[in-house]
Nanobody, 124 residues
Framework: QVQLAESGGGLVQAGDSLRLSCAAS????????VGWFRRPPGKVREFVAA????????YYADSVKGRFTISRDSAKSTVQLQMNGPKPDDTATYYC?????????????????WGQGTQVTVSS
């Protein structure tokens, strides 16, 4: 069992920056791919970004490519999602999740454990 906790959500103006963080309780992310997903109001959960266990491979949804950056610290104990230039369409509950694989993937079904989510609201 892996317990995840997201932090860093809140209200931000369009064009500003926001940084989300994901931590695993009592362990590191070694051996796992970590992904960020989001659920916009009234919509289904969608993939945002993922990073492979070594941190050397990343994968982004087209909608955030060039604006968001996923990274992990050297100790592999936290994973961040840097959101630059957010837009109102980025408003959603953001979730981090882990998958038992080395390479990043965008399928919800591949992820075994999920956090409770953190709300991000982007005002225009």
């Amino acid at each position: 069992q892996v317990q995840l906790a997201e932090s860093g959500g809140g209200l931000v103006q369009a064009g500003d920056s926001l940084r989300l963080s994901c931590a695993a309780s009592g362990r590191t992310f070694s051996g796992y791919t970590v992904g960020w997903f989001r659920r916009p109001p009234g919509k289904v959960r969608e993939f945002v970004a993922a990073i492979g266990w070594s941190g050397g491979s990343t994968y982004y949804a087209d909608s955030v490519k060039g604006r968001f950056t996923i990274s992990r610290d050297s100790a592999k104990s936290t994973v961040q999602l840097q959101m630059n230039g957010p837009k109102p369409d980025d408003t959603a509950t953001y979730y981090c999740a882990v998958a038992h694989r080395y390479t990043p993937v965008d399928s919800v079904r591949e992820y075994n454990y999920w956090g409770q989510g953190t709300q991000v609201t982007v005002s225009s």
